[in-house]
């Protein structure tokens, strides 16, 4: 009895080892929502967004995977990926956003904006800056503070 106790003790510590060391850190902990629940909960033109995984904020800017974007269902947006930079391009009648993982820099509109955080991957997924894209291609956004709540177009109330 005394061997299976301490075996799966054992295993416990090493299995919590494991997830401690799979899990990349990509800001200091004080500036993230902790994993266990959404850091907001976002509504596109369709209601109701499910991503691939929870947003969280760096800073004060909400980052999510890149599913998000199309699951807003905005009209005339295109998304296009460049594997080759690691670039997405957002782009919706005349405006156009670039962002590329690992930097801090996003091109809205030919001009360099700098960002509070680096779109980065996570488990294989990249998440971006949810307010500078949306605003960026011509939506309107709001953030309800008070229920942690982004509401984006015809969703807006």
Sequence with gaps: MKKILIASLLGSAVLGASAAQAAPATTPAATM?????????????????TPSAYPFFIKS???ATAD?????????????????TK??????????VKVMADSNIAWVNGKEVK??????????????PVG?????????????????????????K
Excluded: C, H
Excluded at 41 to 47: E, P, T, V
Excluded at 87 to 96: A, E, F, I, M, S
């Design 33 to 49: 929502t902790p994993a266990s629940e959404p850091a907001a909960m976002i509504y596109g033109n369709d209601g109701l967004v």
């Design 61 to 63: 800017t909400l980052y």
């Design 68 to 84: 998000v974007i199309k699951q807003l269902d905005i009209d005339g947006l295109m998304i296009s990926w460049d594997q080759k």
């Design 87 to 96: 670039t997405y391009t957002y782009t919706r009648g005349d405006n156009v």
């Design 115 to 128: 960002l509070q955080g680096s779109p980065t991957f996570k488990r294989g997924v990249l998440r971006v």
């Design 132 to 156: 500078i894209i949306v605003r960026g291609v011509g939506e309107s956004i709001k953030w309800d503070k008070a229920n942690e709540t982004l509401w984006v177009g015809d969703s807006i």
